[in-house]
């Protein structure tokens, strides 16, 4: 693979359902971050992670875990999915560098109904 | 608060120009990035400005002014492959990015 790959690409789910979307880069960037949007808002961050053994909270944290075992893995969790929860969920990780620019995977598309 | 500010939608000519303006408000400055991303897909690269002034990258080039918390995206010879939405983003002062909503840019023949 190159790049980063999230899984599922679309999945619905029941309420109350426990979910976890993957996210995997084969990049070797040390900073990875789990993005939602929604129509009409912007990106908004949910967790990050600066290196591996390390997460911190973003802007909308509730409802959501994370972990980062290793450099490449950035798996989210939803505990208990509820429908405010449906989004496209992007999974990025940055370059380092002058710029530290974010990179993007493809994206999930959840609904929970 | 942050806040980034950006118009909602714009309509262009295929072969013109079209400028996008960004306008934020932040805890901190640390660079702005401009991100393209097509209906369904994941938002992409476009350009980065950390000082003022302008950056061409090919087609498209990048203006910052810090001053006036103001920057714009460029896009010249319009192609219909151009239509898509546009978003802006901030890394504030806890080197976190702070995204825009978007622009969606319409292209018509």
């Known amino acids: 693979i190159a790049g980063i790959t999230q899984a599922p690409t679309s999945q619905i789910l029941a309420a109350g359902r426990r979910m976890t979307l993957r996210c995997t880069q084969d990049?070797?960037?040390?900073?990875m971050y789990w993005y939602r949007q929604d129509l009409g808002l912007g990106l908004r961050l949910i967790h990050y992670s600066n290196t591996a053994g390390t997460t911190g909270k973003g802007e909308v944290p509730d409802g959501y875990s994370v972990s980062r075992a290793n450099t490449d893995d950035f798996p989210l969790t939803l505990a208990s999915a509820v429908p405010s929860q449906t989004s496209v969920y992007f999974c990025?990780?940055?370059?380092?560098?002058?710029?530290?620019?974010?990179?993007f995977g493809p994206g999930t598309r959840l609904t929970v109904l | 608060g942050q806040n980034i500010d950006q118009p909602t939608e714009m309509t262009a000519t295929e072969g013109a120009i079209v400028q996008i303006n960004c306008t934020y408000q932040t805890s901190g400055f640390n660079g702005l990035f401009w991100y393209q991303q097509h209906a369904g897909e994941a938002p992409t690269f476009l350009s980065y400005n950390v000082l003022d002034g302008l950056e061409e990258k090919g087609r498209f080039s990048s203006f910052l002014s810090r001053s006036k918390g103001y920057s714009y995206l460029l896009l010249k010879e319009l192609q219909m492959k151009d239509s898509a939405s546009y978003l802006c983003?901030?890394?504030?002062?806890?080197?976190?990015?702070?995204w825009g909503a978007g622009t969606k840019l319409i292209i018509k023949p």
């Open positions: 990049m070797r960037h040390n900073a």
């Open positions: 983003a901030v890394r504030d002062s806890n080197y976190q990015l702070i």
């Open positions: 990025a990780s940055t370059s380092g560098g002058a710029t530290d620019t974010q990179y």
